[in-house]
């Protein structure tokens, strides 16, 4: 068999070139003509692009201005929701409901409805008015004035009823608003106040009371957004929110008020007010004896918080905080207080008491016509003698006197957390005359609120320490952290056996009865006793100033009590003020309706054994 021999390898000559296909380009010559397409088609872009941007900055310049103009960076409020006021349970007092209000252009609608518009106008007044409760027919003539640009058809209305109107018909608007919700009606109202809308501020801002107080708490913090709008009206671009920072709720402030406690209290004294024919700016307190919180806290004449402008300027006032008066013989508690503390005195010592006595320039008397009698300390305090008060008063000395009136708290705000809060008013030392003397110390020629006068008691209650009253309890934020007040400072005003004796010689007051020898040892509060309890309390009546003559009236006086139940271990102090009563009124009935409700609601122990009749005078 016959093998071929290998075909020789190449050895790098070059093969002769063939004849070439007509039409086929070399590689380096396709290349040329590529990079000549390329830089024409980028010379013909540029020149485009040139073009076009003559075009804008020239041609176009004024139209695309104007576009821009209409397309405006807009910042959004973002109202903070309001927070809540609630009692000491839990129960809200006041708070916040999203709402919504109705606005309209009759002007608008005239020129789109043409000769419809009269039918369209009235069906739309029939809608609004069936959905809020309006007037339809002023609604028609409010819609049919042509030249009006604007109309708020409703203020406050449900956000599903106002989307069913606007869907319905186009021309309505909606604004988003919100409504305060006051469930209790007048309860308590001069202590919470009201917040109502306020336009400018696109929120809803406190007006009096603890709403106005209170409102950097309530009210919150604000949020914004930074969007894009369309020719310059509220449509906002979708995807252009350029910058949002989200509001902050505010926050809920809860009272130490008991809603139920307050009610009654309410109640009791408009029926006081009623039945004595005293000015609605009676009020009354009700203190815890132990911590002071405010447990009720009513006035003769209040407000509907969702009628501001019904009220008068004195019904939004709250005056056991911002009206002082003359607080009359409660005010003896002072001079007694300070006569046991410095030993001057003791309970059962007798004073020869006469019927009048001479201070200065003036001659002090008694309440009654007497001659020479004889009283116990505890009589003096108990039938509320003037004479016997000043006699022991000037044992005390001014000094001691003074001093016992500042640990009282008596003209210093208590800081309580209400607007307005008066000071009350006692005359500097340095301006007192020879008579000063003989008025102070049976309560006349000073002034105090009643918040002040039942502090005094809740000190004598509370073994001799007063602590300053407070009404909220606390407050819980937005991220739900609840936070305590700081504790006020307690004062220490007497001592503990000091206020033991003052609580027993208070029982006095309340007493009614008679000795084997006939002589009475009624107290001069004795209506304010509470079957099968030892009270304790002091009445007042103190002379009003005549603005005619400057001089105390005769017969125009502020009606006072202050007491506390159950006596040998207090729970409760009620200070009342009743103003200008006729016919010689007394508070202590009023005081006897309150803590009669107090006993029976908390289901109080009754006093192991009854008050023993204690000697108020001797033979």
């Not at 609004?128 to 819609?143: E, N």
């Not at 009628?307 to 004195?314: E, P, V, Y």
């Not at 005094?456 to 073994?463: E, G, I, L, S, T």
């Not at 029982?507 to 309890?533: D, L, R």
């Amino acid at each position: 068999m016959t093998v071929a021999p290998p075909r020789p390898r190449a050895t790098g000559a070059s093969r002769p070139p063939g004849p070439r296909r007509p039409g086929a380009p070399t590689s380096a010559r396709g290349t040329r003509n590529r990079y000549k397409i390329g830089r024409l088609v980028l010379v013909v872009l540029l020149g485009i692009t040139m073009l076009k941007l003559v075009s804008i900055q020239t041609i176009q310049a004024g139209t695309l201005s104007a576009e821009s103009a209409n397309q405006l960076s807009t910042t959004i409020a973002l109202p903070a929701e309001r927070g809540s006021i609630l009692d000491r349970s839990g129960a809200p007092l006041a708070f916040s409901v999203a709402a919504s209000a109705l606005i309209t252009n009759p002007m608008l609608i005239a020129k789109t409805k043409g000769d419809a518009t009269a039918a369209y106008v009235a069906a739309m007044a029939e809608a609004v008015g069936k959905a809020t409760g309006q007037d339809v027919t002023k609604l028609r003539d409010q819609l049919g004035d042509a030249g009006n640009g604007y109309l708020v058809l409703a203020k406050l209305v449900d956000p599903d009823v106002a989307r069913k109107l606007t869907t319905a018909f186009p021309e309505i608007a909606e604004e988003r608003r919100e409504d305060r919700q006051y469930p209790n009606g007048t309860l308590a109202a001069n202590v919470i106040g009201t917040a109502t809308w306020d336009q400018a501020a696109g929120k809803l801002v406190g007006k009096v009371g603890l709403e106005s107080s209170q409102d950097n708490l309530l009210g919150g913090s604000d949020g914004r957004r930074e969007v894009d709008t369309v020719n310059g009206s509220n449509t906002i671009i979708p995807g252009s929110t350029r910058f949002e920072r989200p509001a902050i709720p505010g926050s809920t402030v809860q009272l130490t008020l008991d809603s139920d406690l307050q009610y009654m209290t309410q109640k009791a004294l408009n029926d006081a007010v009623t039945k004595t024919g005293a000015k609605k700016d009676s009020s009354v307190v009700v203190l815890d004896a132990k911590t002071s919180e405010v447990l009720a806290l009513a006035t003769g004449d209040t407000f509907d918080p969702k009628n501001l402008g019904d009220a008068t300027a004195s019904q939004l006032d709250d005056p056991a905080v911002t009206a002082p008066f003359e607080p009359g013989s409660v005010n003896k508690i002072v001079t007694m207080a300070a006569a046991l503390q410095s030993g001057v005195a003791k309970p059962d010592d007798v004073l020869d008491v006469p019927g009048s006595i001479k201070v200065a320039d003036r001659t002090i008397n008694d309440a009654w016509v007497h001659g020479l009698d004889h009283y116990t300390l505890t009589g003096v305090l108990a039938k509320s003698s003037n004479v016997g008060t000043i006699m022991t008063a000037q044992k005390v000395g001014v000094d001691r006197f003074v001093e016992m009136l500042t640990k009282m708290g008596i003209g210093t705000a208590t800081d309580v957390g209400l607007p307005g809060e008066s000071a009350g008013d006692v005359p500097p030392v340095a301006t007192w005359s020879g008579s000063t003397f003989g008025n102070l110390p049976i309560g006349q020629g000073l002034t105090m609120t009643v918040l002040q006068m039942a502090g005094m008691y809740q000190a004598v209650a509370n073994n001799g320490v007063r602590i300053p009253p407070r009404i909220i309890e606390s407050v819980t934020g937005p991220d739900g952290v609840r936070t305590a007040p700081p504790a006020p400072k307690p004062v220490e005003v007497v001592s503990p056996d000091t206020a033991a004796k003052l609580r027993t010689m208070l029982t006095a007051i309340t007493q009614k009865g008679t000795t084997p020898n006939g002589i009475s040892q009624n107290g001069t509060g004795f209506p304010a006793a509470v079957p099968g309890y030892q009270v304790a309390g002091k009445t007042g009546t103190a002379q009003q100033v005549d603005p005619r003559c400057g001089c105390y009236s005769a017969n125009v006086y502020w009606i006072t009590f202050a007491g506390m139940i159950p006596a040998q271990d207090p729970r409760y102090v009620i200070g009342i003020m009743l103003d200008a009563p006729t016919g010689g009124a007394s508070a202590a009935p009023l005081f006897h309706d309150i803590a009669t409700y107090l006993a029976q609601r908390e289901h109080l122990p009754v006093s192991p054994d009854p008050a023993p009749l204690q000697t108020l005078q001797e033979p």
